[in-house]
């Protein structure tokens, strides 16, 4: 038995296979428990054919030794629970795409009904499209994310502590991206294909009812200031002190718009 890369340490003889449970390897069933080989925890857990061995070599400390071993193959097992945990939905990320991720952290390919952790080496090498054209062709919201949550995470760490040791990376990245009219153009033309869906619309809704209220009471402390700046107590006293001029003169000493003055006097009756 050859204990390869996860540090197996001492491996106890695994325990009979229940039934059905052998065919693991390709099967769509979710399991939640027991011992799996490293290939099969890799269709388990979204990651593609050999990548979960070069994880684990990467990352020694971070991931569970192996707990037994399958004589008739000489295959080592893992405990799918302690490797579940490693994997797991990761719920405090703070981005802002939208999150496409299944419940339990996948990503669930839609041509072809695959989950991985990452979509988009699946999607280049079993289907021959971007992850442009995914979206496109599925009616994705542009910003929608095709990796899990945890696989989001880790890139961002990694991309931070890349900025931290090399500082003229950001300014690479500045001279690699595209000129702000170009970006403007391929957002609206990304938003235009998906405008009508019902998830888009719901999702800006909901936006918008988070960031109005917040919005709004920015503009009033923002009138006010300007108000104080003036050498006014308050914005109402500055309406109440200026409604003998007219609109233009009032907005001018007072700091604000003409409109901003024709709304306070609307709204005090003045």
Not at 12 to 18: H, I, N
Not at 46 to 70: E, F, I, N, Q, V
Request: charged share 25%; proline share 6%; net charge positive.
């Amino acid at each position: 038995m050859t204990a390869d890369d996860a540090g197996a340490g001492s491996l106890r003889k695994a325990p009979p296979v229940a039934p059905g449970a052998a065919g693991l390897m390709g099967s769509s069933r979710s399991f939640t428990s027991g011992l799996v080989t490293r290939r099969e925890a890799e269709h388990l857990l979204g990651y593609a054919a050999g990548s979960l061995k070069a994880a684990m070599r990467c990352h020694r400390d971070r991931w569970p030794p192996a707990t037994a071993g399958r004589l008739r193959d000489r295959a080592l097992l893992w405990d799918l629970d302690a490797l579940l945990a490693v994997v797991g939905p990761d719920t405090g990320l703070r981005s802002r795409r939208s999150d496409g991720a299944d419940p339990d952290g996948l990503v669930t390919c839609l041509g072809c009904g695959r989950r991985f952790r990452s979509l988009g080496p699946h999607l280049a090498r079993a289907h021959q499209m971007t992850a442009a054209r995914y979206r496109t062709e599925h009616r994705l919201p542009t910003r929608s994310a095709l990796m899990a949550p945890t696989v989001r995470r880790a890139l961002s760490a990694a991309r931070i502590e890349a900025m931290d040791s090399d500082p003229q990376l950001i300014e690479r990245m500045r001279a690699a991206t595209p000129p702000s009219a170009e970006l403007v153009r391929r957002s609206a033309a990304g938003r235009a294909r998906t405008d009508d869906l019902p998830s888009v619309r719901s999702a800006r809704r909901a936006g918008a009812l988070r960031t109005l209220p917040a919005a709004q009471q920015a503009r009033r402390e923002a009138v006010e200031a300007r108000a104080r700046a003036a050498g006014f107590p308050s914005m109402a006293t500055a309406i109440d002190a200026t409604r003998h001029l007219s609109g233009r003169a009032a907005c001018e000493l007072i700091g604000v718009g003409e409109t901003t003055v024709r709304r306070w006097r609307r709204r005090t009756g003045n």
